[in-house]
Structure formats: structure tokens, C-alpha cells
């Protein structure tokens, strides 16, 4: 069956814009996770869905970075007033409800801002 | 708590054996590890949840100390395909975020 899937691929902006990425989940998969990950780092906890609503959005690093999942399915990660270090490949992942282990991944969005 | 890794790196021959460790100064809840190649996404290889745990498939293996503070990812007679990041991982309970190590960073070649 199809993986998780994030759009898009590769996201270029300059210092200052805004922008959104997208993860689709496995379907029926009903937490997911956003990470970010910069080079030669593990990925970086940021936010975690069960169902529509933040189960722990401890790892936002500021109040410029907003995640929503409003039917529970596909996600959206906005970040205002971009800053060159918010550049880093962020992931998404989603895991079925009834396991407790494996994080499924997605391919990532790479995030450059100039 | 991040978990500490080691070695950063290691570079090994096909055929030969290496062992990754992943440690922490508090017990650990769980241990997740993943694999992550080269501009892919990381992907499950096992978690292990009780003190004095061992589990395998083919030949990666890991276990879990009696005290929870340490982990070891064991790789036999590696291969090829072998290569890749291999990162650590906690969470506090199996369902929750994972934190992830830094990383060790593994090349096998022929």
C-alpha cells in the first residue's frame, strides 16, 4: 500500500516568507509525528497528532511554527516569518493506533531559505 | 534526554561484525532503532521495551540491559546494504515522540 508521503519535495524561500508543508499519513493511521532533521543530526521532535487534536506540540520551537490536522488524516506544518535556520529536511511519520513501535516515514520536505 | 551513541562512524569490509551502542545517564523507557540511508527516510528495524531484552531478525540484532541505560545494535557478517545511519532512539512510553541519538554513521564496502 502507498507510504506516507509528503509535499513538497524540496521548498526554496527567502528570510521573512511563509510557508506550508503537507504530509499525507498512511490511511487509518492516527498518530503522526513531524520531526526535522538538519545534516549530520538525528531527527528533532516537533509536534505529535492523535487524531485532530496536539497530543504534545512540546518540541515547536517558537510561536512562528503551527501544525494542524483538521480531519485527522492529512497535516499541515506552516511556518511564519521564515528564518535561514529554519532550514532542515522535515519529516513526517505515522504509526497505526493499535502499535505501539513502529514510526512509518515519510521521504521528507528539504526546506532552504535564503 | 538525548541518547549518546557511539562510535560516530565506522567503516567495515563485507563479511565482518560491528556493534553500535546507545546509552543514556537515566533508564530508558524503550529503545527504537532506525536505519536511515542516504537521502531516504529512516526506517523501523526494532524497539525493545524490558530490561535483559534481545531481539533479532536475519543479522541485525539488538538488546537492552538489565538497567535500561544502554542498548547495543549488533550486525553480523554485514553486507552491502548494510550502509547507512543507524540512530537510537527513546520515548517514554511506546506511543509517544521518540528522541533520537546523534546517530552512527556505518559504511560497509567490498
Known amino acids: 500500500g502507498a507510504g506516507v508521503s509528503q509535499t513538497p519535495s524540496n521548498k526554496v524561500t527567502e528570510k521573512g516568507k511563509y510557508v506550508e508543508l503537507r504530509c499525507d499519513p498512511i490511511?487509518?493511521?492516527?498518530?503522526l509525528y513531524w520531526y526535522r532533521q538538519s545534516l549530520g543530526q538525528g531527527p528533532e521532535f516537533l509536534i505529535y497528532f492523535q487524531g485532530t487534536g496536539a497530543a504534545d506540540d512540546s518540541g515547536l520551537p517558537n510561536d512562528r511554527f503551527f501544525a494542524v490536522r483538521p480531519e485527522g488524516s492529512v497535516s499541515t506544518l506552516k511556518i511564519q516569518r521564515t528564518e535561514r535556520g529554519d532550514s532542515a529536511v522535515y519529516l513526517c511519520?505515522?504509526?497505526?493506533?493499535?502499535?505501539?513501535?513502529?514510526?512509518?516515514f515519510g521521504p521528507g520536505t528539504r526546506l532552504t531559505v535564503l | 534526554q538525548q541518547p549518546v551513541q557511539s562510535p560516530q562512524a565506522v567503516i567495515l569490509r563485507e563479511g565482518e561484525d560491528a556493534v553500535i551502542n546507545c546509552s543514556s545517564s537515566k533508564a530508558l523507557y524503550s529503545v527504537h532503532w532506525y536505519r536511515q540511508k542516504h537521502g531516504e527516510a529512516p526506517v523501523f528495524l526494532m524497539i525493545l521495551l524490558k530490561g535483559g531484552e534481545q531481539k533479532g531478525h536475519d543479522k541485525i540484532s539488538a538488546s537492552f540491559n538489565e538497567k535500561k541505560q544502554q542498548s547495543s545494535l549488533y550486525l553480523t557478517a554485514s553486507q552491502l546494504s548494510y550502509s547507512g545511519t543507524y540512530f537510537c532512539g527513546t520515548s517514554k512510553t511506546s506511543y509517544d515522540k521518540v528522541i533520537f541519538g546523534p546517530g552512527t554513521s556505518l559504511s560497509v564496502i567490498p
Open positions: 511519520a505515522s504509526r497505526a493506533r493499535d502499535r505501539g513501535d513502529e514510526q512509518f
Open positions: 490511511s487509518g493511521h492516527t498518530a
